[in-house]
């Protein structure tokens, strides 16, 4: 069931579980995603990034999450949010689309300016009842338009974290605690270290829930001390594409197999057992009946 993205915060997670947000790019890796909530019976995220909504379509994206989402099969809740956008009148489209939370990224910009362009993203979309997620601090790596350098990547300050909620009044934050965008870490063999100090820094001045991004392959101790300091969401893309990719090669080795079904099925399948798992290392699983 497509529920309200602020649903899903209606009871108490912090300590206890986060909620997956998995990117999406089209129809299979939404069936897979949401093929895993129903099995594992949890609620999830389903999430489209700026570029996704160039290459599919903003209304097509929606359509796609919105009309899986609905089906009578799908007893868990659904929320589908508008994931690294820095185009504010891209972000209130997706809002007038219904999309129930949308994220403007202007972590690139000095603190005073992510303050005026933030605001101005939240006047609009509370106006229409749509929650709004920020970023502030920069997350290192690759991912989409996100490009950081190791010399960039800034980590969120709590201090400031406090000053932005309470002058952009923003409903859910991204923040920056060690975490790495896209595949660099798997290409480098990168080790994040997550500075879960600073996540309760954090959550000591902030009663909203805490976004935790570029979370694909960071080691279950720390994704589990990081739930347990305050994280209430954790993105997930880079595994799912290299699931997604690596089922569709090995389905197109066979050079007289032409039924697209035949080939995107392992992938979708591929995408389901990566979301399974991380709804069951988030301690997600079987959540769906607080709701």
């Keep these: 069931m497509l529920v309200h993205y602020k649903d899903l915060f209606k009871n108490n997670l912090s ?102 362009v933030t605001r101005k993203v939240v006047e609009y979309a509370h106006s229409k009842g749509v929650w709004v997620q920020a970023e502030l601090g920069r997350l290192r790596g690759n991912e989409d338009w996100v490009s950081v350098s190791e010399a960039e990547a800034l980590y969120t300050d709590p201090a400031e974290a406090e000053e932005f909620v309470r002058r952009t009044k923003v409903d859910t934050l991204a923040i920056a605690v060690g975490t790495l965008h896209g595949i660099i870490k798997f290409r480098e063999n990168i080790k994040p270290k997550i500075d879960i100090e600073r996540i309760k820094k954090i959550k000591e001045r902030l009663d909203i829930p805490l976004i935790l991004h570029g979370a694909s392959g960071i080691p279950a101790d720390q994704i589990d001390a990081a739930i347990a300091a305050g994280i209430c969401v954790i993105n997930i893309d880079t595994e799912l594409r290299m699931a997604f990719s690596q089922a569709v090669r090995e389905a197109v080795k066979d050079e007289n197999e032409i039924d697209p079904r035949k080939i995107l099925k392992p992938a979708v399948d591929a995408v389901q057992k990566v979301c399974e798992f991380k709804l069951e290392e988030f301690h997600t699983a079987g959540k769906a009946n607080e709701y």
């Design 15 to 116: 300590g206890r579980f986060a909620i997956p947000a998995f990117n999406s790019h089209n129809l299979e890796i939404t069936l897979g995603i949401i093929r895993a909530a129903v099995a594992k019976n949890a609620p999830v995220i389903v999430e489209a990034a700026a570029n996704t909504v160039k290459y599919a379509g903003l209304n097509n994206i929606y359509s796609i999450v919105a009309s899986v989402a609905r089906d009578p099969s799908v007893t868990v809740p659904v929320a589908l949010h508008l994931d690294h956008d820095k185009d504010p009148e891209e972000i209130a489209r997706a809002v007038d689309a219904g999309f129930s939370s949308v994220m403007i990224d202007a972590s690139h910009l000095p603190f005073e300016e992510n303050i005026v």
